[in-house]
């Protein structure tokens, strides 16, 4: 049986909802039709039934029904549906936060009746019952996930609903601009037709102005987790490691005049206007038939392909050289994502006024130049490196939206789909055309809400999530 026939059943599951080892507390979670009977049976209390005090912390001690063990002391509390997290019953169980408690309490529960729960499964039912949506339940996963201040910022906007609000308000209008066309369509020919189209067309227009503003929004949820990561790379000698303390604000890594100084990558971690990146420092690109070296080498390729934005640095001497040029060429190949600033420094050397020999634009790269040791040496660098920085982690940070990659690319398609609905309208080319595309952005909207996801989507969504959640 597959992990989507146990999701989308019924019973009742039970989970540790605290992670495993030790803790002052480890909580239980039981959902499902018999979950507080299924607890009642093992909690004895001198106080009334877990059932007769929903929502009321109950202090007693938890044994085996079987064997009358007694397993542990610790707290129950009963939640009836539907006012529970998942909206079946729920309850859970509170015990010392001992591994020993924890297992043997679990196979009390699986012994009588309890399933165990699947990662995420918890969530899963309360968006089966109507408790959130999708995207919600995914903004309660990055909201765990959450490192940094504004990311939890982020998920908690989305997971409040606010992200979903959004949504709603661009089916509703979606919906009933394509009830007018499918009207339309059906019975043509009347005399105000140009006037509907017309006003239909202003209706597709801020429709798609809706949905792009959406988009621009919503950023994935990777670039938070890890930062925005900056690699910078250049032919040996040329200041990077200098440029990386300079950028750093200290001395993380050695700087010498030999060439070939930097073997292995180094990291670093700084905010940009409020935004996590990381600074990666590499060996100097160059052939070598130094082994340690020549691994190096091997490494900052890798890197420049898989980081966000490349500082690629030349001095001010030498300018790009053509393997320079190569290597930027063959990033451009391998990595479409990738941004490249081209950095020229060690300027204090060339004199203050000196100014870069015309550059023909590669890979249509802004270049900034660069000291790693005057002052002010990092003045015209900064802001395009913030610049670029920003770009990648959009919108202001105060009423963004984290979301997956999952939910970024329905987005896109959301936008694509009512900008070509307008476009259709604006050509005069069929209505029948529109309705498609609008069909489209509706189901776009249908995956992020989840009210049409498919069973596979959910599980890779849900398998994301931890157990006990
Ligand atoms: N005048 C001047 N010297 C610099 C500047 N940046 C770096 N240097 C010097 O250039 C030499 C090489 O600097 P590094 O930072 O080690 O260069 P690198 O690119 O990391 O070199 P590898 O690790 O060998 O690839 C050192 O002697 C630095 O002091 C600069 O902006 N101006
Ligand atoms: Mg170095």
Redesign the pocket.
């Known amino acids: 049986m597959t992990t989507t026939c146990l999701y989308l059943r019924e019973d009742t599951i039970a989970a540790p909802s605290t992670p495993p080892g030790k803790g002052a507390v480890a909580v239980i979670r039981v959902s499902g039709p018999d979950a507080i009977a299924l607890c009642e049976r093992i909690f004895r209390s001198r106080g009334p039934r877990l059932s007769a005090q929903p929502r009321r912390m109950m202090y007693g001690t938890l044994v085996d029904p079987v064997t009358r063990e007694p397993v542990d002391q610790g707290l129950c509390v009963a939640f009836p549906a539907p006012r529970s997290y998942t909206g079946e019953n729920l309850a859970e169980i509170h015990t010392h936060g001992s591994e020993a408690v924890v297992r043997q309490l679990l196979e009390i529960l699986y012994r009588e009746g309890a399933r165990p729960a699947e990662p995420g499964e918890f969530s899963f039912r309360a968006v089966r019952n109507g408790k959130m949506d999708l995207a919600q339940a995914e903004g309660v996963a990055n909201l765990i996930e959450s490192r940094t201040r504004l990311a939890r910022a982020m998920s908690l906007r989305v997971l409040e609903g606010e992200f979903s609000r959004d949504l709603a308000r661009i089916k509703d209008a979606v919906v009933s601009a394509l009830v007018e066309i499918e009207t339309q369509i059906e019975f043509p020919g009347e005399a105000e037709d140009e006037a509907v189209v017309q006003h239909l067309q202003e209706r597709l227009q801020a429709i798609h102005a809706q949905a792009e503003a959406l988009r621009k929004r919503s950023v994935r949820e990777q670039r938070f987790a890890q930062g925005i990561v900056v690699v910078?790379a250049?032919?040996?000698?040329?200041?990077?490691?200098?440029?990386?303390?300079r950028l750093l604000g200290r001395e993380r890594?050695?700087?010498?005049?030999?060439?070939?100084?930097?073997r292995d990558s180094l990291e670093g971690t700084i905010e940009l206007q409020g935004r996590p990146v990381t600074l990666v420092?590499?060996?100097?690109l160059r052939e070598t038939r130094e082994e340690i070296e020549a691994i190096g080498v091997r490494r900052s390729r890798e890197l420049l392909s898989t980081s966000h934005i490349v500082l690629y640095?030349c001095?001010a001497a030498g300018g790009l050289v053509e393997e320079d040029r190569a290597v930027l060429k063959e990033l451009k190949n391998r990595s479409r994502e990738t941004r490249v600033v081209i950095v020229i420094?060690?300027?204090?050397?060339a004199g203050k006024a000196w100014m870069p020999p015309v550059l023909d634009s590669i890979n249509d790269a802004p270049v900034a130049r660069?000291?790693?040791?005057?002052e002010g040496?990092t003045d015209e660098l900064l802001p395009v490196l913030e610049r670029e920085v920003s770009r990648l982690l959009p919108g202001e940070a105060d009423s963004a939206y984290l979301v997956s990659a999952r939910q970024e690319n329905l987005l896109s398609t959301l936008m694509e789909r009512t900008a070509q609905a307008f476009l259709v309208l604006k050509n005069n080319s069929p209505l029948e055309l529109a309705a498609v595309d609008l069909r489209a952005a509706l189901q776009a909207i249908a995956e992020l809400d989840g009210a049409q996801t498919a069973p596979d989507i959910l599980e890779t969504i849900f398998s994301r999530f931890c157990i006990g959640k």
């Open positions: 910078l250049g032919r040996p000698n040329v200041g990077k490691s200098s440029l990386f303390n890594a050695i700087v010498t005049p030999h060439p070939g100084t930097t420092d590499t060996a100097g640095i001095d420094n060690k300027c204090d050397i660069a000291s790693a040791v005057a040496g």
